[in-house]
């Protein structure tokens, strides 16, 4: 099954490659595809519209997902903010320096954090399919190491004690990581469809 995918964010384009691969044949977003606006209130409402987006302008399936990191001292922000937290041109530098400084006086212990994904996938006669995956954690106390992409070396995951997403080859990552479970849970629900 082919699936055009609706990320413009190369790293995520790689993570959803691997975590697919002999599952499902992702295609890269068409560089001609302008930004889509994500202003949806949760994160299924942004994926919806990605998808909406990439499938109305490609005529093909289109898989489409949006993610939050959500601190439990910040009564779950910045959740759907995430990739702007630190204003719509934020690099995700400064939306770690960001997070960090409003967590400046909170102990680690106090830090539960989880990321939430949410993956949709839409065929031009407007069926669909969701899923979701979740890993809970802790958000570190500094940022640790420079593997993956986004909020990971500052992402503490509860199966990897000690270590932040930062810290873990991509194949440990992909095994566990919230983007990991939503899509292997699509490509079983894909399986039966197909």
């Not at 519209?49 to 093909?60: D, F, N, W």
């Not at 759907?80 to 997070?99: F, Q």
């Not at 979740?134 to 000690?162: K, N, Q, W």
Request: glycine share 8%.
């Amino acid at each position: 099954m082919k699936l055009v995918s609706a990320t413009a964010n190369p790293h995520k384009y790689k993570e959803m490659v691997q975590i697919l691969s002999g599952k499902v044949e992702l295609l890269p977003r068409p560089s001609v595809i302008p930004e889509i606006v994500e202003d949806a209130p949760d994160l299924q409402g942004n994926a919806l519209l990605k998808a909406k987006a990439i499938m109305r302008a490609t005529g093909m399936p289109a898989i489409a997902d949006d993610t939050g990191l959500e601190v439990e001292f910040l009564d779950d922000r910045p959740g759907v903010h995430s990739a702007r937290y630190a204003g719509m041109d934020a690099e995700p530098s400064d939306n770690i320096e960001k997070l960090l400084k409003e967590l400046s006086e909170v102990p680690l212990e106090k830090r539960g954090a989880r990321f939430r994904t949410v993956i949709v996938v839409l065929w031009p006669d407007e069926k669909l399919i969701t899923s979701e995956g979740i890993v809970t954690g802790r958000i570190a106390l500094a940022p640790s190491g420079h593997l993956g992409f986004g909020y990971d070396p500052i992402f503490l995951p509860c199966e990897m004690e000690g270590k932040t997403f930062g810290e873990i080859s991509d194949s440990k990552k992909n095994t566990i990581s919230h983007r990991g479970r939503a899509l292997n849970a699509i490509a079983s629900m894909l399986s039966v469809i197909a």
